[in-house]
């Protein structure tokens, strides 16, 4: 069989869990997932390569109401990659009622003229929490209003049927030849990922307002030539208000260690080398509408 090899784009509301099943498919955590809505801030490349084919899925920002300028570029990013791509995958939450939220994303994909509209495919994900007598009615409910070619019951956090979801993938891939290296899995750099692991943390252990009002920025990256040496990252995690800054400094700075601690960790897994991380919390009111701010962290492209 020839190769085949194209784009794919997740969409779907805040929290259905698009980021896990991006770093099932792709068998390395690209996208840093939560709880937390919004978790996800930018478009994200997450590539598998076989010998059968390449899949570059593209993982966006969940789509919502935007209120600040970084959730308008978050919108801006899920629509863009709409008619960037090969296919959609539209991930619904199994654990909720198709809602308000869903149907503005599905109007999204019917605002893309006709002939540049591809092909649909519908993930019901969190089956492991949807009712079996929901499942056929939810599954109608998706086919139909976005015309589907055919759909799938996933659990993403344990990777159920995830492999059948990847097989009807493929097999609605152009054939052609890969668009990335055999072995590249994302287009971000190491920085920007050590920075969203830091992100990561803070999100998972966080509540409220303080998931929102964070952002991370790698302030210094050295990386010593000798391969057993240290590399040496210095980070700010930057909130809007002190009392976000106490929360996450804790108790003699017990809380920021904490998440330092976890944050090094998988630091030290994603480059493979052992990793001394300096961690700064600063205060800077209204980053999310400062542009100059937003460009530094790369969430404007
Ligand atoms: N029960 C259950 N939880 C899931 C499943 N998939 C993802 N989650 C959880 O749902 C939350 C949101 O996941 P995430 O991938 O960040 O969603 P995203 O906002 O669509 O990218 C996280 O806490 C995940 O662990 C699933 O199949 N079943
Ligand atoms: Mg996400």
Not at 67 to 90: K, P, Y
Not at 161 to 174: A, E, F, G
Not at 185 to 203: G, H, I, P, W, Y
Request: with cysteine.
């Amino acid at each position: 069989m020839a190769f085949r090899s194209g784009r794919v784009a997740l969409i779907g509301k805040p929290n259905a869990g698009k980021s896990t099943l991006l770093n099932r498919m792709v068998g390395q955590k690209v996208s840093i997932v939560s709880n937390k809505a919004q978790t996800t801030r930018r478009r994200v490349l997450g590539i598998l390569t076989t010998p059968e084919y390449q899949v570059a899925f593209v993982d966006t920002p969940g789509v919502h109401e935007p209120h600040t300028r970084l959730g308008r570029a978050m919108v801006e990013a899920a629509r863009n990659s709409l008619t960037e791509v090969d296919l959609i995958v539209f991930v619904a939450d199994g654990s909720k009622r198709p809602d308000n939220d869903d149907a503005e994303i599905i109007r999204m994909v019917h605002s893309v003229p006709k002939p540049r509209r591809v092909p649909v495919l519908v993930c019901v994900n969190k089956m492991d929490r949807l009712r079996p007598e929901h499942v056929q009615r939810t599954v109608d409910h998706f086919v139909q209003a976005l015309d589907a070619e055919d759909f799938m019951l996933t659990v993403a956090t344990d990777g159920q049927n995830v492999d059948k979801l990847l097989r009807q993938i493929v097999d609605r891939l152009p054939e052609g030849p890969p668009l990335y290296d055999e072995d590249e899995f994302t287009d971000q750099s190491s920085r920007f990922m050590a920075a969203e692991l830091v992100r990561e943390k803070v999100l998972q252990a966080t509540r409220q307002e303080v998931p929102h009002a964070t952002a991370v920025v790698v302030d210094a990256w050295d990386e010593p030539n000798d391969p057993d040496g240290l590399v040496s990252i210095s980070a700010s995690i930057i909130v809007e208000k002190e009392s976000q800054k106490a929360i996450l400094i804790g108790r003699q700075g017990r809380f920021i260690k904490a998440i330092g601690t976890k944050a090094r960790q998988e630091i030290e897994q994603l480059l493979g080398r052992r990793v001394f991380l300096e961690l700064f919390v600063k205060v800077r009111e209204d980053w999310r509408m400062s542009p100059r701010m937003l460009h530094e962290l790369e969430y404007l492209e």
